[in-house]
């Protein structure tokens, strides 16, 4: 056999061995993360089954919470009417139209089993973050694990805030004008107890990843796919998407419920543009400590 034979056979080999191993890594790292979604979805389960403990208190003062005219943000939006009169008296809500029937025969068992898995993963979001962040941070740098070191409880928080915000502010808002609207007098609002619950985890859990917003810019600043020039240059652009989902979030002619759901989102956006500008200050910082070294 000749020497070129040889090499090139010695280098097939290094390189099938180069690939093994990567292969060997990558399916390491899938087992790895594979533990670590397991631990989540338990974490998730076992606050499912608690869930399932407490359900009739979940089910009559929370998912049904918005229907009854006794719910908290009512309360609260006659209160206002009382102190200010001008706000005039339609903003005093003591009555919320309309019925929930149940259609389907297992229709009341899944609507428990939905509530109870929903509030498993609302329960266990901060913990579901802190298994991926504990997947990531071994592949980070040392400064990269600092920067980021307080990712999954400011995750954590804004999603809760988000959580609230959308269930005491969106959802209560969004039920009175739904089962209030009628185009006849001769259309009764009834409606399905699948078609509610939709309704009341959408505008919760939607307004909940809505307010993960400075999360996702620090992550697309960090890879350099966002820059706080850019973002201040759309600002009129994201003014305009803002208050498109404001009107999606709050299906409501009323400009004011408009508005209340977009401020958040406006300051939210403003808050945005200061993650990212840190994140590009932090970064020509370092780079300026490493061509001085």
Known sequence: MSDTKKSSLLKAIG???????AEMSFFDHLDVLRKHLIRAVIAIGVFTGIAFYFNEEILDKVIFGPKKPDFWTYRMMCKLVEHFPSLGKDMCITKINGEIIN???AGQFNLQLNVCVM???VAGFPYLLWEIWRFIKP?????????ASGF??????LFIIGILFGYFVVCPLSVNFLTGYTVSEEIKNTFTVDSYLSSVSTLTLGTGI??????IIFILSKLGLMTPK???SSRRYAAVII???AAIVTPTPDIMTMLIVATPLFLLYELSIFVSAYIERKKKKDEAAFYAS
């Not at 390189?15 to 191993?21: F, Y």
């Open 15 to 21: 390189n099938k061995g180069t690939t093994l191993e």
């Open 103 to 105: 259609t389907e025969m």
């Open 119 to 121: 509030c498993g993963i």
């Open 139 to 147: 592949a980070l740098h040392e400064n990269e694990r600092k920067s």
């Open 152 to 157: 999954v409880f400011f995750a954590s928080v």
């Open 210 to 215: 809505i307010f993960e917003l400075p999360v």
């Open 230 to 232: 850019l973002m201040r």
């Open 243 to 245: 208050l498109i989902i």
